[in-house]
């Protein structure tokens, strides 16, 4: 199944390919991984879309958790959340196309960002439906190059943390 | 203040930690790290022929000892042989700080000359890598690297220092403490859940006790045999585990898994509650998961989350540190136990007893015929166990015998590579030890092909006098694979004869060293009492009996209750038609 994992880490050099390495040296699958500072600029925040069963899950939700430069883990499937997806979309626009472009792209709220004589570059946000679906929509147009920014996701509403590491303790010996 | 080059911080920072001993090889870009060190006298700097074996000595220095073993080495090539050791510390969870040379801040990254990504390489096989890039960070640094190392799940934490860090200056300043908000291990137990296992350990009636490495790392002994022995419930060491519960109490059912008892794998599978501590479920333990202890309830106590339900359902998690949570537990049962424990348990002690006599570990020594491996390390027990002996091991056959028939009794006295097995690891490990416990006796059991991987280290424990005693336990073979392709590959010895070993009695005098060979049954104690006596690093070479096996063996991805005993009969025709002959074979017929 599915899941979607907020990540709140270190920003610092290194971080990042300690999360990949994970995920690559465990055999864990990434559908999409996206990351960027928060407004605390020593904290990254990354979400990552992954599946597996429930015990594999399990098992990535400790990984990151273990690794120290990740402060927080949360699976946002163990409550509401919302989630996001940006695309550029460079479409073959010739003249008789051009209308047939346009109206594709208002129908689902895209914006036109960049236009030349033979094609219009799209931007369009949405859930993962609504990506694929524009992207079915312009195909027959001919699509040149699709760049896309992976998912973001937050949750509705303060979720409960699968930390499994509570405050510090003294190591008693 | 006083300001200190990065080479001086590194010393002092060190001294503060209570480094006494590192193990090093220096290289261009750490040299004025080595400058300092020479000018000082508090901390030893014992110099090795191969980074992988210092990082196998600062290993044996921390198993032995419990405090984080220290290597130092260069850049590039420096780095890249210490990836073993660094691998191998981690599958162990050994505490190990290893400060690796980098080529100066302003070249990382150029190709320069004896550049290796070193954070890159060690990232997969560290529990933490730093890369100093300002020597005002350097302490700090230091500080965490030895908190992280040693605290939690240990594991072995890699400081790359650029050769300008070393060079400049900057105040020294040691932290007191550390605080890093991503990294804070659980050490006590959930109340609630230690409740929990201890009624399930009430109404268990056919329990184990399965302990693993994290008792030793933990120094939670007593606390084990004290729940043990309230609860009269037998005990199952990992490999890991050994001598963290006395090998010869009457509760011990010695190691379990691929070559554990058959007692100790037997009462684990028709268990009803298993009682993890401080053990991981590795697959040579739990053999075909899907069969793993059928009709068993599982309580697992780990300072590690994800170690816990990696591989096993588990019933009860525990996530704390083995003393807390089993001081809680026994407090717990002391307050509930009541009645006669061992009245209680006597069907069950009954049943154990009775797989205990049926297979007990068994080997047969001929007094005319070639030495057993068995034997010999049997006898190595009973002349040395009144000394209290560290034993390192390297990998393979012998490994298991002497995991087998060594009956540690102490915590700490057994170094091993369990999760990693890397051959060549036993002869620096005892090197390790011995630099930490000058004056204790140090064995190393180790294998005629193990044993080749680092034999160069001759030269260290000479010139350090590292007294330690090397009993090469010489089957001319690769004899573990040798065995598996006996079983498994109809006997087609692809790559597992060694017909080319060196003469390991004149190698260790060409050192410096000493050399004995034990060729009878009936030189076997006088040739120990010998080696005892000499004050200096001994290689003991004993060719042993080429095509003994290891028994009991579950296959892998067996399961547990179906154990190979001897032999089988097919191996016994086949071994009968070439007349079980020993090879073509130079060493033996001296
Ligand atoms: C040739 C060969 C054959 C082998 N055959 C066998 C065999 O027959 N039987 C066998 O048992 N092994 C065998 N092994 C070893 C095996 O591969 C594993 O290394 C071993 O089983 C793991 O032991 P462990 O479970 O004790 O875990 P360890 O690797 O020792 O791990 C320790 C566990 O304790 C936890 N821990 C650490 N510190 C603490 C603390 N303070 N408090 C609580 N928990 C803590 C850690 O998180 C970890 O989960 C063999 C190895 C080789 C090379
Ligand atoms: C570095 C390394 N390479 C290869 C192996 C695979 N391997 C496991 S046991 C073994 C043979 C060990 O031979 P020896 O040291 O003579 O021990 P014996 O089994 O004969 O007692 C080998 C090659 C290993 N564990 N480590
Ligand atoms: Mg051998």
New interface residues.
Partial sequence: MEHIISVTLENKSGALSRVAGLFSGRGFNIESLSVAPTLDPSVSMMTVVTNGDERIIEQILKQLNKIIDVIKVVDLNESDAVSRESALIKVHARSEDRAEALRIADIFRANVIDSSPTSYTIEVTGDVQKIHAIIQLLQPLGIKEIVRTGRIAIAREPVRTVATQSRPLAKAN | MAQLTGAEIFVEALKREGVKTIFALPGGVVLKIFDVLHQQKDIEVILTRHEQAAGHMAEGYAKATGKPGVALITSGPGMTNVVTALADAYMDSVPMVCFSGQVPTALIGNDAFQEADN??LS??CT???F?VKDVNDLAQTIKEAFY?AS?GRPGPVLVDIPKDISMEKAEFKYPDSV??????????GSKWKIKQAADAIMKARRPVIYIGGGVQLS?ASAEVRELAEMTQIPVNQTLMALGAFPGQHPLSLGMLGMHGTYVANMAIHYSDLVVAIGARFDDRVTGKVSEFCPSAKIIHIDI???S???NIHVDVPI?G?C??VLQELNNVLRATVNGDQKELRKPWWDQLTEWKTAHPLSYRQEPDQLIKPQYLIDRIYQLTKDRDPVVSTDVGQHQMWAAQYFHLTKPNTWLTSGGLGTMGFGFPAALGAQAAYRDRLVLCIAGDGSVQMNTQELATAVIEKLPVKVFIINNRFHGMVRQWQDLFYEGRYACSYLDQSPDFVKLAEAYGAAGLRVQKVSEVDDGIREAMAIDKPVFIDVPVYQFENCYPMIPAGGCNHEMILEDPPELQKRQGATGKAESKDTILTA
């Fill in positions: 954070i890159g990232r997969p529990k933490y890598n890369l992280i605290t605080s890093i908000r991503g990294y804070n291990p659980t050490y006590e120094g590690d989350p994800t816990i339900r990696k996530v540190d003393k807390c």
